[in-house]
């Protein structure tokens, strides 16, 4: 199984701040990568698929980068709607994996 | 507008088997293109991909529980269902199906299964 690794698990921040979130994959995974935010009691939303593309209807202060092994999500200017946790999946081969998740949390 | 909704007993006792049905509207599960599949989240920790099963009944399942997942396709109520026999407390979850391509693109609202006595 490919492991996946987030960093930080969790990091406090401040409306208007620009916050960025890490993945790791134990191999490489060329773009196969997605991002995800989960509020407390509802279930994952998909932000950005394939490393860098953008879900219908999520804002354009969230973009992806990264290729191989390494990967980010960058939220440009944090909103309060934006506190979560984030995961992220590789797509890249079977059994789909996760991140352990990085959970933004208000300063 | 896509919508998924788990069904099924909110409660399991060990060493039986977890029934849950996954029922999508505002599309069609036999578009080819399509994987269903079935997500876990323990309370308090990380996501769990379970398995997928495709409108021609091709599934992938994770190695970790292959041996005690089934999944089907039932086309002619829009629906797809998970089967998870041998239950134990590590099976305690809030299970979640999605409709999938190259990720997981809509969710079901996700349903609290209980594996007790």
């Known amino acids: 199984d490919i492991q996946m690794t987030q960093s930080p698990v969790s990091l406090s921040a401040s409306v208007g701040d620009r916050v960025t979130i890490t993945c790791r994959a134990s191999q490489s995974i060329s773009s196969y990568l997605n991002w995800y935010q989960q509020k407390p009691g509802t279930a994952p939303k998909l932000l950005i698929y394939?490393?860098?593309n953008l879900q219908s209807g999520v804002p354009s202060r969230f973009s992806g980068s990264g290729s191989g092994t390494d990967f980010s999500l960058t939220i440009s200017s944090l909103q309060p709607e934006d506190f979560a946790t984030y995961h992220c999946?590789?797509?890249?081969?079977?059994?789909?994996?996760f991140g352990g998740g990085t959970k933004v949390e208000i300063k | 507008q896509v919508q998924l909704q788990e069904s099924g007993p909110g409660l399991v006792k060990p060493s039986q088997t977890l029934s849950l049905t996954c029922t999508v509207s505002?599309?069609?599960?036999?578009?080819?293109?399509?994987?269903w599949t079935w997500i876990r989240q323990p309370p308090g920790k990380g996501l769990e991909w379970i398995g997928n099963?495709?409108?021609?009944?091709?599934?992938h399942y994770n190695p970790s529980l292959k041996s005690r997942v089934t999944t089907s396709v039932d086309a002619s109520k829009n629906q797809f269902s998970l089967k998870l026999s041998s239950v134990t407390a590590a099976d305690t979850a809030v299970y979640y199906c999605a409709r999938t391509t190259i990720s997981f693109d809509y969710w079901g609202q996700g349903t609290l299964v209980a594996v007790s006595s």
């Open positions: 394939s490393t860098s």
């Open positions: 999946q590789q797509s890249y081969s079977h059994p789909a994996t």
């Open positions: 099963i495709n409108y021609s009944g091709t599934t």
């Open positions: 505002g599309d069609s599960i036999t578009r080819s293109h399509y994987y």
